[in-house]
């Protein structure tokens, strides 16, 4: 079963850096795409970035292009989501995920099928 385990979560002033860690447990099949979503308050769920099994390909929303990076080793099983020039906007609960599939036309919400319990990012001066 695959388990993931966010880390990295905190409270960040407009402009400055953060970065999210995600541990993956379970994952036999080192094939995995791995990514990152999120929800802000009395918002939808929205997709933000994913890597493929390798980290060769990387694909990201329009909102974070720029100034998120998504990155993994495969060793450490993890990925990582570094933020900067964070805006109010980006504050949100972030989701790690994880699928099989990978293709720059899969964001939404069903399209990967392991999910994390998230790690909080709250913006403020």
């Known amino acids: 079963q695959v388990q993931l385990d966010e880390s990295g979560g905190g409270s960040v002033r407009p402009g400055g850096s953060l970065r999210l860690s995600c541990a993956a447990s379970?994952?036999?099949?080192?094939?995995?795409?791995l990514g990152w979503f999120r929800q802000g308050p009395g918002k939808e769920r929205e997709f933000v970035a994913a890597?493929?099994?390798?980290?060769?390909?990387?694909y990201y929303a329009e909102s974070v292009k720029g100034r998120f990076t998504i990155s993994r080793d495969n060793a450490k099983n993890t990925v990582y989501l570094q933020m900067a020039s964070l805006k109010p906007e980006d504050a949100a609960t972030y989701y790690c995920?994880?699928?099989?599939?990978?293709?720059?036309?899969?964001?939404?919400?069903?399209?990967?099928?392991?999910w994390g319990q998230g790690t909080q990012v709250t913006i403020s001066s």
């Open positions: 379970g994952v036999t099949d080192r094939y995995y795409a």
């Open positions: 995920v994880a699928d099989l599939a990978f293709s720059p036309y899969r964001k939404r919400v069903g399209d990967f099928g392991h």
């Open positions: 890597i493929d099994f390798d980290g060769a390909f990387t």
